[in-house]
């Protein structure tokens, strides 16, 4: 493996020192860079890619992309690689001592140890066929049995098959009993999100056991049944280009196990609020039950005779929450509830129109976006005694044409609400006329110019009509 053999080391000053970096690559070629004192700098020769090749820095513990950077005319790169050492943690930097791969296009190339800041590092770049003999030079001591973006794959076959191990390519999050629980109920639900986790390629599905589990807006629940004794539960996520993210867990039926019923909260419910009341009942007051949220601590339930009763905070988005029932001789029953919690309104916004309008046209389009990160979020717009409901694209945009009928003031109510009931509210005013008007209010039409003069001097009454129609004077008068 190439050593990392930094050719400057870094000066420190109450300021940014800047380096002047002078390189001599390809040829004879020249090319000069100024670099800030917090950077790692990477250059050098590029084997097996042209010119315009992108060349990539990841994170090996979760795929990250730290910088990206393209091959020149001449086969060589420069890649400044931005460093951090504060907390929280800068997204995109990387600190001393990360471990980083290299990739040319989707290619591992080089796996590297980001050194010191400030370091500048000459590491020549080649792109070589994927082979056990590469994976151990890139990866000493890694023997590539993990499966770091949990598709089910190890490292190592990921990377035979010219895949990228340490990109995860769904995001599956799981509600349900954890591994090696047990459960008293002849069916299983499991429920949970997924998401393709930015990749743009989308969600193709998940199932649970070979079953396909129905996808709502990135949601799905299934019910699986159990059988006395263990039971694996396997959940497959995968994507449009059928790379796949599995989660295994064993589950133990245990009808003699003591028994636990909940009544409160429903599966799969959601709620507006931040924490979250547990009912129900054992068969013996002796049992104890406990309760907690995710992976949170347990919380010791109140026990009335044998129904109990016990409040948990809840967390923005998907909660699991796992009830314990323990009998005196140390049997244990398990439940699980999951509850979405949703306690703010969602992002609104209305594009069109920006603001009050008036116009002549016989409709207006009204148009925007919405957004809430928790729930799917419906739109309804209201005019007058018309109410209608377009639909919410997957980016959240909605789109809906409105008919102006007659010449009078419109008012346009647009409310977004999510599914925990919470909503959001734009109006927009809207006055339809006749009339040809300008955005100053002024009168471009000979008969205005005289109907004016008519108001002015009390020839005419000004009508309900004309004032909705914002036709009429005087503009040089008292009102």
């Known amino acids: 493996m190439t ?16 380096v002047a970096l002078l390189l001599t690559v390809g040829g004879g070629r020249e090319g000069f860079a100024r670099i800030t004192e917090p950077d790692v700098v990477y250059f050098g020769a590029v084997t097996g890619g042209s010119a315009g090749s992108v060349i990539t820095l ?12 393209t091959v020149d005319g001449t086969s060589n790169y420069l890649l400044r690689l931005p460093m951090d050492s504060v907390e929280p943690r800068v997204a995109g930097a990387a600190r001393s001592g990360d471990k980083a ?20 590092v000459t590491l020549a770049l080649s792109v070589v066929a994927p082979s056990l003999a590469e994976w151990q030079r890139l990866h000493p001591g890694d023997d590539g049995s993990g499966d770091s973006n949990r598709n089910g794959v190890s490292d190592l076959q990921d990377y035979l098959n010219g895949n990228d191990p340490y990109h995860l390519w769904n995001l599956l ?29 989308g969600v193709k599905g998940v199932t649970v056991n070979g079953h396909a ?15 006395e004794g263990a039971n694996v539960i396997t959940t497959i996520a995968s994507d449009n280009a059928d790379h796949k993210t599995m989660d295994t ?49 347990a919380t010791g339930a109140t026990m009335n005779g044998v129904n109990f009763n016990v409040t948990l905070n809840l967390i923005p988005g998907l909660n699991t929450i796992h009830i314990t029932a323990q009998d005196l001789a140390g049997n244990t029953s398990d439940a699980k509830r999951t509850v979405i919690s949703d306690a703010v309104a969602p992002a609104l916004a209305v594009s069109t129109p920006s ?17 809430d990160a928790a729930t799917i979020v419906t739109v309804g717009i209201t005019v007058d005694d018309q109410s209608y409901a377009p639909v919410v694209a997957q980016n959240g945009a909605f789109s809906q044409s409105v008919t102006l009928a007659t010449n009078k003031s419109y008012t346009i109510i647009v409310t977004a609400t999510d599914q925990a009931g919470n909503s959001a509210t734009v109006q927009r005013t809207i006055i339809k006329s006749s009339g040809a008007i300008v955005s100053d209010g002024a009168t471009r039409m000979l008969s205005d110019a005289v109907k004016a003069c008519q108001h002015l001097y009390g020839d005419a009454a000004v009508t309900d009509g004309e004032k909705l129609r914002l036709d009429c004077a005087p503009l040089g008068a008292d009102g």
Not at 58 to 69: F, N, R
Not at 357 to 366: A, F, L, N, R, Y
Request: glycine share 10%; net charge neutral.
């Open 101 to 120: 791969t290299f990739y040319l296009g989707t290619k591992m190339i080089q796996s590297v140890v980001v050194p010191e800041q400030g370091s500048i």
């Open 213 to 227: 589990a129905p996808l709502t807006g990135g949601g799905f629940s299934l019910g699986i049944p159990l059988a």
């Open 249 to 297: 867990r064993t589950v133990t039926l245990n009808r003699s196990a003591p028994l636990l019923v909940i009544s409160l909260p429903a599966d799969n419910g959601i709620t507006g609020k931040s924490f979250m009341a547990v009912t129900g009942r054992v068969d013996e007051p002796t049992t104890v039950v406990t309760a907690k949220v995710n992976d949170g601590a």
């Open 3 to 18: 050593k990392h053999t930094p050719t400057m080391k870094p000066v420190r000053t109450f300021s940014a020192f800047i």
């Open 355 to 371: 603001q009050d309008i008036s116009t002549t046209e016989g409709s207006v389009h009204i148009s925007g976006t919405v957004a």
């Open 173 to 201: 999050t799981l509600s349900t009993l954890a591994d090696n629980g047990v459960a008293i109920d002849t069916t299983l639900n499991v429920a949970g999100t997924v998401t393709d986790n930015g990749s743009g390629i």
């Open 58 to 69: 990841k994170l090996d513990a979760d795929g990250t992309v730290l910088k990206t950077t």
